[in-house]
């Protein structure tokens, strides 16, 4: 059992470092179509490689950061949802009604799921914003503008949701315009921890 527990151990970092080697040569790559197209050449060159290398290393470690606390917390949501005698039962051939404690531990875990979405959104802004001057050191803002709508798209955002689109974000499928209806939380949900 303890061998095939390293034996899982390498493997998780051969693919990790194979991942990171994928993503690098992935990231060079990009970076000389960028120099081609902008006709970058000399020092000019060589500094937006460098900044845009270290613009892709943030931004994926953002995503990393995000995902690796959104998995902990479904591993977390899952052994609850083992542990709770009624989650997805069937009463009558009707799946059983949650209970008022049971849907506040629903909507906490939602809020918290969303809360950190956002939390992911504001680094990945942060970063973006410290890029968009450094990369405007070498590049003109039509360029710098092209860098971060392609980089976007690679990381699989669609272009208008990061200002409010009208299909659904990534808060859940809540509609900010909507919410929950009839009036938002001020209803007496549980105990008030939301």
Same mark, same amino acid.
């Given at each position: 059992? $303890?061998?095939?527990?390293?034996?899982? #151990?390498?493997?998780?970092?051969?693919?990790?470092?194979? &991942? $990171?080697?994928? &993503?690098?040569?992935?990231? +060079?790559?990009? $970076?000389?179509?960028?120099?081609?197209?902008?006709? !970058?050449?000399?020092?000019?060159? /060589?500094?937006?490689?460098?900044? *845009?290398?270290? *613009?892709?290393?943030?931004?994926?470690?953002?995503?990393?950061?995000? /995902?690796?606390?959104?998995?902990?917390?479904?591993?977390?949501?899952?052994?609850?949802?083992?542990?709770?005698?009624?989650?997805? /039962?069937? +009463?009558? =051939?009707?799946?059983?009604?949650?209970?008022? $404690?049971?849907?506040?531990?629903?909507?906490?875990?939602?809020?918290?799921? @969303? @809360?950190?979405?956002?939390?992911?959104? @504001?680094?990945?802004?942060?970063? @973006?914003?410290? *890029? +968009?001057?450094?990369?405007?050191?070498? !590049?003109? %803002?039509?360029? +710098? *503008? /092209?860098?971060?709508? &392609?980089?976007?798209?690679? #990381?699989?955002?669609? %272009?208008?949701?990061?200002?409010?689109?009208?299909?659904?974000?990534?808060?859940?499928?809540? &509609? %900010?315009?909507?919410?929950?209806?009839? =009036?938002?939380?001020? =209803?007496?949900?549980?105990?008030?921890?939301?």
């Amino acid at each position: 059992m $303890a061998a095939f527990g390293i034996l899982a #151990a390498n493997a998780q970092e051969e693919a990790s470092t194979n &991942r $990171a080697a994928k &993503r690098a040569e992935m990231t +060079v790559k990009s $970076a000389e179509k960028f120099v081609k197209e902008f006709n !970058l050449e000399g020092d000019a060159q /060589k500094s937006f490689v460098q900044t *845009y290398s270290h *613009y892709v290393e943030e931004l994926a470690n953002c995503d990393s950061a995000v /995902k690796s606390g959104s998995s902990s917390e479904s591993n977390q949501a899952g052994k609850k949802k083992a542990g709770s005698s009624r989650a997805g /039962k069937k +009463v009558d =051939g009707k799946k059983a009604e949650l209970t008022d $404690a049971e849907a506040t531990e629903k909507l906490n875990d939602m809020l918290a799921r @969303q @809360q950190k979405a956002i939390e992911g959104m @504001q680094a990945r802004l942060e970063v @973006q914003k410290k *890029y +968009v001057a450094e990369f405007g050191k070498v !590049l003109t %803002p039509a360029q +710098v *503008y /092209k860098v971060m709508g &392609r980089q976007r798209m690679q #990381a699989g955002q669609r %272009p208008g949701m990061q200002q409010g689109g009208h299909n659904r974000g990534s808060m859940g499928g809540m &509609r %900010p315009d909507r919410g929950f209806g009839g =009036g938002g939380f001020d =209803g007496g949900f549980g105990d008030g921890s939301f």
